[in-house]
């Protein structure tokens, strides 16, 4: 069975910095997708950045990066000139590409806090 | 563009009743996803519609949990009885089922419902 772990329960980066949130998953199959939510206080979730896992090229979106090896089976989003409007939960997601079980699963969220 | 919409946003019951939630995904969005967050972990999926089928509900604890989409539209998804575990934020999210991967695999999130069961 497929499983996301994010090992960081909490970070924390000052303002203007750059931080870096750890995935790592476990799956036998070769072609899936990976995602990055985050989830404000609100609760509302949002899609940051998603990544393809046949593409060996790192997905960016803006202030947002992915560092993507899939040899190693990680998965980690780097944040740069963190903003206080960055801090949320961020949850890692995995999905399969092939047809079957469409399940995506989730880890159990980093809570970054962003300091003034 | 009206986003995803769930009611009621908060909902306290004691153990044994019952209790609904309604999601109202995005416009011409074809697939529903019905997630379990409880405190502290990922959102759990519970159940996937692509219209009004059922794509994947493996992790639905059929015993007590029903779901329907009628009309591939709005969904409601039930408890009944409840327990003190099912107390959790249920995420309802939506996204389309045609066009690139991208769009296919990108979800849109509603606020969720509490639910606190005593």
């Known amino acids: 069975a497929q499983t996301v772990t994010q090992s960081q329960p909490e970070m924390s980066v000052q303002e203007a910095e750059t931080v870096t949130l750890s995935c790592t998953y476990d799956?036998?199959?070769?072609?899936?997708?990976l995602f990055w939510y985050k989830q404000p206080p609100s609760r509302q979730m949002i899609l940051v950045i998603r990544?393809?896992?046949?593409?060996?090229q790192n997905a960016t979106e803006n202030r947002f990066s992915v560092n993507f090896q899939k040899a190693a089976k990680s998965f980690s989003l780097k944040i740069s000139d963190s903003q206080l409007g960055d801090a949320a939960m961020y949850f890692c997601?995995?999905?399969?590409?092939?047809?079957?079980?469409?399940?995506?699963?989730f880890g159990t969220g980093t809570r970054l806090k962003v300091l003034a | 563009e009206a986003g995803v919409a769930q009611s009621p946003r908060y909902k306290i019951i004691e153990k044994r009743q019952s209790v609904a939630f309604w999601c109202n995904p995005i416009?011409?969005?074809?697939?529903l996803y019905w997630y379990q967050q409880i405190l502290g972990q990922g959102p759990k999926l519970l159940i996937q519609?692509?219209?009004?089928?059922?794509?994947?509900d493996s992790q639905l604890p059929k015993d007590r949990f029903s779901a329907e989409r009628l009309k591939g539209v709005d969904s409601t998804l039930k408890i009944q009885p409840a327990k003190l575990e099912d107390s959790a934020v249920y995420l309802c999210?939506?996204?389309?089922?045609?066009?690139?991967?991208?769009?296919?695999?990108?979800?849109?999130f509603g606020p969720g419902t509490r639910l606190t069961v005593l």
């Open positions: 999210a939506s996204s389309l089922s045609s066009g690139t991967w991208i769009k296919r695999e990108t979800q849109y």
């Open positions: 799956t036998s199959e070769s072609d899936y997708y």
């Open positions: 990544q393809e896992a046949y593409k060996q």
């Open positions: 997601a995995y999905r399969r590409a092939t047809s079957g079980t469409y399940k995506y699963i």
């Open positions: 416009s011409g969005h074809a697939t």
């Open positions: 519609f692509q219209n009004n089928g059922v794509v994947d």
